[in-house]
């Protein structure tokens, strides 16, 4: 089932820490283009299905990835795309975002996530060891 957008983002927003739903929806947008450039066919269109429609179509449609990134230059990558942000509020983003869109992907489809991913994404996606 498709999560709302107005859920998902309050969702990001509350545990991220977030003072408004534009900051959460600002790091949501950057962390799902840099997800969407890693993810290939059913994995990405399947994890797309569940989100808003706004987010599904930037996942869809990723900033192009010359090589899949490692966790932490995924999070560097982010902070610079997020304007201000250190690796440190960065990873404070990734977190907020990935484990946000866990919960809409559910366990199946996040093992199968995880499978097209680098090493260690895992933590990011708040999933610390369950694969």
């Given at each position: 089932?498709?999560?709302?957008?107005?859920?998902?983002?309050?969702?990001?927003?509350?545990?991220?820490?977030?003072?408004?739903?534009?900051?959460?929806?600002?790091?949501?947008?950057?962390?799902?283009?840099?997800?969407?450039?890693?993810?290939?066919?059913?994995?990405?269109?399947?994890?797309?299905a569940r989100?808003?429609?706004?987010?599904?179509?930037?996942?869809?449609?990723?900033?192009?990835?010359?090589?899949?990134?490692?966790?932490?230059?995924?999070?560097?990558?982010?902070?610079?795309?997020?304007?201000?942000?250190?690796?440190?509020?960065?990873?404070?983003?990734?977190?907020?975002?990935?484990?946000?869109?866990?919960?809409?992907?559910?366990?199946?489809?996040?093992?199968?996530?995880?499978?097209?991913?680098?090493?260690?994404?895992?933590?990011?996606?708040?999933?610390?060891?369950?694969?």
């Amino acid at each position: 089932m498709t999560m709302r957008w107005e859920a998902f983002l309050e969702k990001i927003q509350e545990r991220g820490e977030y003072g408004s739903p534009q900051e959460a929806e600002r790091a949501a947008r950057v962390v799902l283009a840099l997800l969407g450039a890693h993810l290939v066919g059913e994995v990405r269109a399947e994890l797309a299905a569940r989100l808003p429609e706004t987010l599904s179509l930037i996942l869809l449609n990723p900033l192009p990835a010359a090589e899949p990134l490692t966790p932490e230059r995924f999070v560097r990558a982010t902070a610079a795309w997020i304007e201000g942000a250190t690796e440190q509020t960065a990873t404070w983003d990734v977190g907020a975002v990935l484990s946000v869109a866990a919960d809409a992907a559910g366990e199946d489809l996040l093992s199968r996530i995880l499978l097209q991913l680098p090493a260690g994404y895992d933590l990011l996606f708040g999933h610390a060891g369950s694969g």
